[in-house]
């Protein structure tokens, strides 16, 4: 019977596609989750600071994961981390954010102020701790406890990102110029109840 059953299950694991690109590794230090093509999949430390490295296990790190630094208990629907990361720092190699992965970072969360993009990122850059594309054409995300009740959107921004200031509930007042002509799909959304002004300059 025994023999039998060990057979079987030969069979069963000779069957099954193997897919060792989606495979989840850990890094030596215990703090990060990524797969074999250079996705980070989830952050699993506990410093408050993330510095996300461009090489894990002789692997290069190119893209973030949605939901990266969302990791919730698993006894109630708490997110473990709202309450210890204020910043994350992106290395020169990552080239693909996935919506959602910063933007929400740590929802709800009381202590996350800081986005830090290496200088020679070639598709991603950070003004005052706050997330743009390249040539700062795209805002993609405002950190939830950025400090300040106010903010001025540079006047090279044209478009907003889905989820940019999502929850955002320390800013009262947002500055758009001119040259913004496009605002996506819940970019100004809020979980709870607060006044958000967004008004032109029209210098």
Do not use: W
Not at 13 to 36: M, R, T, V
Not at 115 to 125: E, G, L, M, S
Not at 175 to 196: G, W
């Amino acid at each position: 019977m025994k023999k039998q059953l060990k057979i079987r299950r030969q069979k069963a694991i000779s069957n099954f596609a193997f897919d060792s690109e989606s495979e989840i590794l850990i890094s030596d230090d215990g703090k990060f989750e990524y797969h074999k093509d250079g996705t980070l999949h989830r952050y699993i430390g506990s410093d408050s600071d993330i510095i996300i490295p461009s090489v894990i296990n002789g692997t290069t790190i190119k893209s973030i994961e949605k939901g990266f630094a969302n990791r919730k208990s698993r006894y109630s629907n708490t997110y473990l981390l709202g309450n210890i990361i204020k910043s994350i720092s992106i290395p020169s190699t990552v080239t693909n954010i996935e919506i959602d992965s910063l933007g929400l970072l740590n929802r709800p969360s009381t202590v996350f102020q800081k986005i830090i993009v290496d200088n020679n990122n070639p598709a991603y850059c950070s003004e005052d701790g706050v997330l743009y594309n390249k040539d700062k054409t795209v805002l993609l995300a405002y950190p939830i406890c950025k400090n300040g009740t106010s903010f001025v959107i540079p006047n090279t921004v044209t478009t907003i990102e889905n989820y940019a200031f999502q929850e955002c509930n320390n800013l009262h007042t947002v500055l758009m110029q001119n040259s913004v002509t496009s605002i996506k799909d819940r970019a100004f959304a809020l979980k709870f109840h607060c006044k958000l002004n967004t008004s032109r300059d029209n210098k």
